[in-house]
């Protein structure tokens, strides 16, 4: 078709009669604005669609008129390829609309799809027309929506508008960066092709203004800066809530309203009716009482060395279906390690033998480590979504705050992005909002006006740190700990470390904060913060001098997937303590040793009491070492609980693939997961808090083997 | 022969049984022969080596791993209360499908697959307080022999009671 000449387009209609025009507006999506044959492709493709017997007159007519605007496009009469897209597109769902409307007389609603009481996209016109606007929108899915194109949908749609977040990030700051406005453009106009393709009406329409907007920013009509930034975000906003409503109808949740839509289109309608202007935005946007803003810098020249456009090909895969492959690589490993641990490997005259198991052995070592790799992905996305959260909150606060990224390329597993994304939300928060002075303040005490929050990311030593650095006031270490005090938290008359105090900031309840804001001060967000990190196997350290800024270092493994432990022989059973978790393991002395009323048995390490656990009686393992100067204690818990557990000796250091047991047995007390050892035998990795915890709330901690596991079968 | 299995699982639980045939694995626990629909079955296997899991019932043995999943493993024997056996030669644990996980079962012996009609199934007798028979789907009858048909998942209605009540070893 693509070397038709324009004189043969009549006898396109007898030769092509499939075309419908679903196919058009499909390839109206696709089409590239440089590529001329692509319009003249369209047009033709219309005529047949106008000329054939699919559509009803009005519809014929309203594509006849698209053909027309194509064709002047297309000799050089109207040279606006944005004005003849959008005129076409218009057009088009107009009559993919009213043909709708006449095939629904025809079709049986079907009862899968929930029906929408409110329904705006009913009506086969634009609702622009309606007098009077609802105050919600219902996304309304099409009876004969395809499940998977949807999910793809979605998809395809969540990637394009974070990237597209990102842009209009980037263009607030440089709103010269053509780039980015195309970026943005193209994201929404997909948006809208690939929702009216699939008939989601109201996500179109949506994506149609926002997409209006941004052409208009696009010919340079207007700027990209105060309320048609919010504007922009809004709308970006919107788009986000109306495909995470299709996602949860495809999951089977009800329908959800879109709260504001209406508001929204009749602002994005007519933007400077509404009151949008270049200037700082009124109230109508924000729903926060006017204050006295100032624009938040975000360093130009930083965000746009960090933009690289990404290029990199790459596939959907099923994450359910990669997680198998891993965990398939990881048998191999151990099959591996089993068949190279043979003896007869090592008898003598099998050289050869060994050579080839040699070379296999450092395949299946690539192998492991290519698939851990698979499910890592990088910081950059979660860094770029901090940028909206500062940019939102220096607005909300009227800080003016520059946060600068550097994510040092670091990659983390897939599972841990949203709890770490959550984390990072909070601690942002709380670095703007508790850590940056107003102003005014700033300007006091010989401050650049301007805060600065600075994310970083890097590797060391195995683990990947996060650290969020800002120039504020610091903690105040007297008021926290006077806080802690009110609340009960503290000894008052104790002596604390630094460190200590400050952690205290993780407790519940506790905020530094004197006002409660809508943003922060409920002494929530810190707990988020401890609790999201605790998730993640993390560790985090707070430094800060008073007047200067504080850091937060966040240390995380690399993936939760494997667990750095420690195998330890306790009688015949094997465990695996994390090594995180131990702070260390030393055989006792004798003398060290004493006990309370004749049971409870402590051990004095450098001065510091603390009770001894026997793992073996906890868990009812016989055979095992009774006495602690014969076996090892390991020290586990944290700084003011610690306590040491029994073991009978050390096997070494490993890193083991940790799997759930809760599915197989139900969840044990003590015992946080599975994990297969280097024999292919089953180890469990023990929780040492929780074993602590167990042990100390048994009435009888002590009592006899069979009591505390399971009677001996 | 043709009877599609029921799946002990699709019937009401308050309804007597409405005993069907079909195929089934069937095995040895001490001298007496169980069967269980052939179609939970994955696969028989030798006895692995078993890790034992704290705080749990004594006839949950453990878990062992099965090519990578870590599967628990059920001593029938101890779950129906019957002293438990030297492990044999013949002594395999038999991986059947329940609730979406793979479980094992140790048994005795493995005898055979039998085809059992319809007609050849009674309802599990009653014998008062004495022997539970609420985990007997029928009793089978085969060239003579009879076969006691299991509901696996009346054996193990959830992996949850494997834990070992807590309150109970309190008191100790």
Redesign the interface.
Known sequence: MAGRKRTTRKKAAAEVPAVTLDDALAMLVQLDPENLDGFRQLAEMLQTVASGTSLDADAAELVKTATEQLDRFVSGENPDVEEVLVETSMLLEKASDSREAGLKNLRAECPAVPPAPSEPAESPLPKRADPEPEKTAVEWLPSDADPDLLAEFVAESRELLEKSESALLALESNPEDDEAVNTVFRAFHTVKGTSGFLGLKVTSELAHLAESLLSRIRNKEIRLVGGYADLALRSLDMLKKAVASVESVLHGAPMEVLQGYDDLKVILTNPEAAGVSEEESSGMLHSSPAVETQEPKISPEKQTAQRRTEFESSIRVNTARLDRLIDMVGELVIAQSMVVQDSRLLDEGCHELARKVTHANKIVRELQDLSMSMRMVPLRGTFQKMQRVARDLARKSGKSVELVTDDGETEIDRHMVDILNDVLVHMVRNAIDHGIEPPEDRAKSCKPEAGSVRLTAFHSGGTVVVEIRDDGRGLNREKIFAKAVAAGIVDPDKSYSDNEVFNLIFAPGLSTSDKVTDVSGRGVGMDVVRRGIEALHGRIDITSSPGIGSVFTVRLPLTLAITDGMLVRVGSERYIIPTIGIHLCFRPEPESLSTVSGKGELVMLRGEMMPIFRLHRLFGIESAIEDPAKGLLVVVGDEERRCALLVDELLGQQQVVAKSLTKAVGKIQGVSGGAILGDGQVGLILDPGEVAAQARHSTNPYGTSGQYGRPAA | MTTPLAGAHAKPDDTVNVARGGKFLAFFLSDEEYGIEILRVQEIIGL??I????????Y??????L??????VI?LR?KFGMP?SERTSETCIVVVHLR??E?GLIVDRVSEVVDIRDEDVEPAPSFGNAVDTEYIYGIGKSQGRVKILLDIEKVLPS??M???E?SA??S?
């Open positions: 692995l080596p890790t034992r899991v704290p705080y749990t019932q004594n949950l043995k453990g878990v062992v791993n090519r990578g999943k870590v599967i628990p001593d101890l438990a979406g996980i479980v992996m949850d494997l834990q070992y807590e070893t309190h100790g």
